[in-house]
């Protein structure tokens, strides 16, 4: 499976915000997708998770074209997203809002859902009863990928997991995102913490004003002195 973006255009109202975005993500890797605040990752994110409408340009899921088909589509097609600000529901448990992630999947796919993510993050099942709004930030983060990985989604987008957490638990996390991508899930993962990013990446975009000016693996990144200078702090 893979994800095809080309020549993306979307913005809000009549301020456009992407103009040209391309980017391709593929089962088992990891990639990062950097930039400025306000160069329009999220509302990439969101255009091609279907949550705001694309104005032009395309995205594929494994050859399939995403136009006119809605997020909760797209979602049960292997498209999974956890947006910034994680969006649970506070007053709901912890194993409520993961159910709710796996809801258009039959009962034995929402009890293994439930397995794995318990055993990806024990901290849940610890906590499985408790109400998603007095769980830790980092848990509140862990809860939002689970309630995601719950829809067996084939590519992940994840938008800034490591807002608020300590750095301890942001590497815990992104360590995670490592993981799922190990076992053959394609993640496209927007993080501030470029340093932390480019840790875990397999390759790497940089965007500027909605469309992709620098593009390379990891290390070709890392290494890059425009990158170090505007992202890295070197
Ligand atoms: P950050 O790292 O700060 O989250 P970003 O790269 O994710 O930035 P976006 O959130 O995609 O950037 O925002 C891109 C532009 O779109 C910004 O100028 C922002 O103010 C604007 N924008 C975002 N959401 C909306 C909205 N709902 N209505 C109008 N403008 C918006």
Redesign the pocket.
Known sequence: MKLEVHNLSA???K?Q??FGLSLEVAEGELVALL????????????TVSGL?RAWGGSVHLNGQSLAGISAARRAKLGLGHVP?GRQLFPLMPVEENLLLGAAFLAWEHRAAGLEYVYALFPRLRERRGQLAGTLSGGEQQMLAIGRALMGRPRILMV??PSLGLSPKLAEEVLQTLAQVRSEGMGVLL?E?NVALSLEVADRGYV?EH?SVVLSGSAAELSGNPQVQKAYLAL
Do not use: H
């Open positions: 913005g809000y109202a301020a915000v992407l930039g400025a605040n306000g160069a329009g990752k999220t509302t990439a994110l969101r705001i910034e938008d800034e927007v501030q965007i909605g």
